[in-house]
């Protein structure tokens, strides 16, 4: 009996190690779950862009166009502007832009892009040697979802960044200083 | 011995019980693709997890069914052969699930979320290794009536600390990449301190596993060899 439990063992052990020896030659860099899908932080972005700016009845608008470049479809937290030296304090809210006649979808398709508005209401003004206008920080973040069920659900999340990027436009700001 | 593995294969693979093995790889096909995406994620898990142990336990079913222990005694075959087949067979079942999912899940298919990896043959291999060492004394020894319900609990019981381990060293390994920071708290962070993935990693656990499932056969042979088969 010994001899053949040994020869039996051996065989299993041997099984074992060619087994493990080629998964470790197959598997070479697909070893842990992030590395199973394709590389997330490449594929986690969005573009944001100036886009334009004007005066309404109830204060300035500014535009923000956001694209997604992503595989996954983006749907955007919060988007905030604020000027610098007061980011603490105030920040302006960035509303989804409505589209005339267009379907309301939740967050952004892959290669789609959005309009973000900011108003600044009329009544506040900024003092100029405090203040820049032109060059407000924007914060943003955004949650990437896998799929899409309808208009108005999105599914399996598969992460989320935020970041902050410097905002120049050229808004009319004289009409938002005030002088000392 | 070899012509016993043959049996082995005979009755769960070729006769009608493949039927609830079809079953189960229909239902989680259908899971994966159409209805739950989640799926997706563990099927590479699941799927060799739980065909290799019905056939396996299938095995052990049909020879008490079948009344075939006592037939095969018989013969001039020798008890420790039917140890051995048992154990071999259920080796080359796991072997083989593990093959069968490399070739569907090998790369990233179908637009599934995730090709396999490393992780999935680690769980799959000392999972049910552990499994069956536990189970195999206590079926040879009691026989396969009495422990009909206890198998799949003593099977699940046994699975939940061994895929705890493979998550904490997966855990580990992912705290070592540059961009990423882990936290852990709990049992976890205790068990996370400890590992040190120079000496405890998927590779020495596996074979912690083989060595646990030939100890195991060890008992088995001496259990089996000393009962009296009535």
Redesign the interface.
């Known amino acids: 009996?010994n001899k053949?439990?040994i020869v039996?063992?051996l065989g299993?052990?041997l099984?074992?190690f060619i087994?493990?020896g080629l998964?470790?030659l197959?598997?070479k860099d697909?070893?842990?779950?992030?590395?199973?899908?394709?590389s997330y932080?490449d594929n986690m972005k969005v573009e944001i862009t100036y886009d334009d700016y004007k005066e309404t009845n109830d204060g300035y608008e500014i535009k923000v166009n956001v694209k997604n470049n992503s595989k996954y479809i983006a749907s955007i937290r919060d988007i905030k502007l604020s000027p610098q030296e007061i980011s603490n304090s105030m920040e302006f809210r960035g509303i989804e832009e409505y589209v005339e006649n267009g379907d309301y979808i939740m967050g952004i398709n892959t290669e789609g892009s959005k309009g973000y508005i900011f108003t600044i209401p009329k009544g506040i003004y900024f003092d100029k040697n405090l203040i820049d206008i032109n060059n407000m920080r924007l914060y943003y973040s955004v949650d990437f979802y896998?799929?899409r069920i309808g208009e108005n659900t999105l599914?399996?999340s598969v992460g989320s960044m935020s970041d902050s990027i410097l905002l120049k436009n050229n808004l009319n700001t004289e009409v938002l200083y005030i002088n000392n | 011995m070899i012509n016993l593995i043959k049996k082995d294969f005979i009755t769960t693979l070729r006769v009608r019980p493949s039927k609830s093995i079809l079953m189960v790889i229909a239902v989680v096909a259908i899971l994966s693709i159409f209805i739950m995406p989640l799926f997706q994620y563990i099927a590479p898990v699941m799927l060799p997890l739980i065909v290799s142990y019905i056939v396996v336990i299938n095995s052990f079913y049909y020879d008490s069914i079948n009344g075939s222990e006592r037939f095969i005694l018989a013969l001039p075959v020798k008890k420790e052969d039917m140890v051995y087949s048992k154990y071999l067979f259920s080796l080359i079942i796991v072997f083989l699930s593990i093959f069968v999912i490399y070739l569907f899940y090998g790369g990233i298919i179908f637009d599934s979320i995730r090709g396999l990896i490393f992780q999935d043959v680690v769980y799959v291999l000392n999972i049910f290794l552990i499994s069956i060492a536990c189970i195999f004394p206590l079926n040879f020894k009691f026989g396969y009536g009495k422990m009909q319900s206890l198998n799949l609990i003593i099977s699940i019981m046994v699975s939940i600390p061994i895929s705890k381990i493979i998550s904490v060293i997966a855990l580990k390994m992912e705290s070592l990449k540059p961009t990423v920071t882990v936290n852990v708290e709990g049992f976890t962070g205790i068990l996370f301190e400890i590992i040190d993935l120079k000496y405890v990693n998927f590779n020495t656990l596996t074979i912690v596993s083989i060595l646990i499932f030939i100890f195991s056969m060890y008992i088995s042979l001496k259990i089996y060899t000393k009962k009296d088969i009535l």
């Open positions: 009996m053949k439990f039996v063992s299993i052990l099984s074992a087994l493990l998964s470790n197959i598997f697909k070893v842990i779950y992030s590395e199973g899908s394709d932080l896998r799929y599914f399996m």
